[in-house]
């Protein structure tokens, strides 16, 4: 077997870091879980990605890979993460999602994404705080007049007002941090 066998070989037998789905070398994205396999490129797409620029997919049309941009890829999932351990997957495609807490009295939401568990009412998280949504290819946020105020980037938002999530993005609700991935 030749060096060149062997090396598409390894290439073609890669595994997804997070759930270990066997990918193939043209997947961006884990079609299981989502997460980005840039293990999976060669060198010269490495460096395209490093640099922006576009990259071919097997089928379809070329992609913008950028890390910490905006951009959503179809196949994208979007992850908060807190320091606690805890990663909520929320799926922003199914329509809008409202970050909050639940209230005891009020019917559940089903576009809710609960933070009860990690303590937000004690950290100031309103009921109805902030709205993520999809829109062209960008997820963007909505403070929804929330009492304490919502931060992206240490940036305070103006209720009512789109700003856009970047991967990697740090999202403040109350004193609540999160940590946005692009996955």
Do not use: W
């Not at 992609?63 to 320091?83: K, N, S, Y």
């Not at 909050?100 to 303590?119: K, Q, T, V």
Request: hydrophobic letters at 35%; one cysteine or more; aromatic letters at 6%.
């Amino acid at each position: 077997m030749n060096a060149m066998t062997s090396n598409k070989q390894e290439i073609g037998e890669r595994i997804c870091s997070n759930c270990k789905m066997r990918c193939t070398p043209t997947q961006l994205y884990c079609p299981r879980c989502g997460y980005i396999l840039p293990d999976v490129l060669n060198n010269d797409a490495r460096g395209m990605m490093a640099t922006g620029t576009l990259i071919p997919l097997e089928l379809g049309q070329p992609v913008l890979i950028q890390p910490g941009t905006g951009f959503f890829h179809r196949q994208a999932r979007l992850f908060l993460h807190h320091d606690s351990g805890k990663t909520l997957s929320v799926d922003v495609r199914s329509g809008i999602k409202v970050i909050g807490r639940r209230s005891n009295e009020a019917a559940a939401e089903s576009n809710l994404i609960d933070l009860s568990e990690l303590g937000a009412k004690e950290f100031g998280v309103s009921r109805r705080h902030v709205q993520l949504s999809l829109s062209d290819e960008s997820v963007y946020a909505i403070d929804l007049g929330s009492t304490n105020g919502t931060f992206l980037n240490r940036e305070r938002l103006i209720p009512e007002k789109p700003y856009v999530v970047r991967n990697r993005a740090v999202l403040q609700v109350g004193v609540l941090i999160l940590r946005v991935q692009f996955g």
